[in-house]
């Protein structure tokens, strides 16, 4: 169902601040608080709902996609619809708010979950990664050693002297399958050491180690694990620049500027072989439940997102430790 199929949608937006449990610390400094911008679209008696996170990293602030995302109403009183929507709106997080909130009220239109309107495979509950914040290896190890029970941890790297944070993480949790984001940090001086400790430490998957488009080392280098794009990757156009470079892709909604431009992006990726893995911002369920519907063709799933949070927005995902569980209609789709 499209905007000009009935009455004008009416569209709101509004940023909230969610505590975090703690501090967040990458490479490019901590937060404790997750800033959001959630999009609703109203049609009809019924509200679609879409959560998005403006990223400093790409020149976005909260109140930059709040305005970005209220100009768009006389576009949909004109009646635009969500396949105009891509090229309305450039690639970011205001178009990944409008567009979930989109899909969300074309589901409740037609009476469908998201995936079965789209013609997707149904999400399956998933591991999900859990985050270990950047400190001293000392700190790290600490942190480490309260989630060893966990399965799959994401390792924040990218300051001096990572060979040690990341040998003592494998000593706090010998039994854990890790992945490591450097989040641009690295350089080519630093890569190859830094790619054998992680090698040896038995890491499975490299995130975003050298800047992007500064990222040539990476075809000269000897990769003894799997790299993974991060911010060398937005939307469809921008996958063959990677060959060579990187092994897999991390589809960020974000980034892409949507769920419908995220399935894109996936299905291309594994035309090309790439493996997929589904990331996310400190953020609430509501940002989380669409990427769900990614997870399903991911070999890494990082939606972790609530988890950070001192607590999510009621009726949120369902996390059984690391596990997480597909959203209720209620919540999205």
């Known amino acids: 169902m499209s905007a000009s199929d009935a009455a004008p949608a009416l569209i709101t937006a509004r940023i909230e601040q969610w505590p975090i449990a703690g501090a967040f610390t990458i490479s490019r400094g901590a937060k404790t608080e997750a800033v959001v911008v959630v999009a609703e679209i109203s049609r009809g008696g019924l509200t679609g709902r879409g959560e998005c996170v403006p990223y400093a990293r790409y020149g976005e602030t909260p109140e930059a996609t709040l ?20 090229s309305a709106m450039p690639a970011g997080a205001a178009r990944n708010a409008v567009d979930c909130a989109l899909l969300d009220l074309e ?16 999400p399956r509950a998933c591991t999900t990664a859990y985050t270990i914040s950047l400190g001293t290896p000392e700190a790290m190890a600490s942190a480490t050693a309260k989630a060893a029970y966990r399965p799959l941890l994401k390792i924040k790297l990218g300051s001096d002297d990572d060979i040690s944070r990341i040998t003592a993480v494998r000593q706090a949790a010998p039994e854990s399958e890790l992945i490591v984001d450097a989040n641009e940090a690295w350089t080519p001086d ?73 399935l894109a992006m996936a299905d291309a990726a594994r035309a090309m072989n790439l493996d997929i893995m589904v990331g996310c911002m400190v953020a609430t369920s509501l940002a989380m439940a669409p990427a769900m519907l990614i997870a399903q063709y991911a070999r890494f799933v990082d939606l ?9 927005r009621d009726g949120g995902l369902r996390y059984d430790e690391s596990t997480v569980y597909p959203p209720d209609a209620a919540l999205w789709g």
């Open 107 to 122: 589901a409740k239109s037609q009476g469908l979950r998201v995936w079965d309107m789209l013609q997707r495979p149904a």
């Open 67 to 86: 305005a970005a995302i209220l100009a768009m109403q006389d576009r949909f009183a004109a009646g635009l619809d969500r396949s105009a929507l891509q």
């Open 190 to 262: 630093n890569l190859k050491a830094n790619l054998d400790a992680c090698h040896n430490a038995g890491v499975t998957l490299i995130e975003q180690p050298l800047p992007a488009g500064k990222d040539d080392a990476l075809m000269h280098v000897h990769r003894p694990i799997m790299v993974c794009a991060d911010e060398s990757v937005h939307g469809l156009a921008s996958l063959k620049a990677l060959r060579g470079r990187y092994d897999a892709i991390n589809i960020k909604l974000d980034k892409a500027g949507g769920l419908t431009e995220a």
């Open 304 to 312: 972790d997102g609530p988890l950070l949070l001192a607590g999510d």
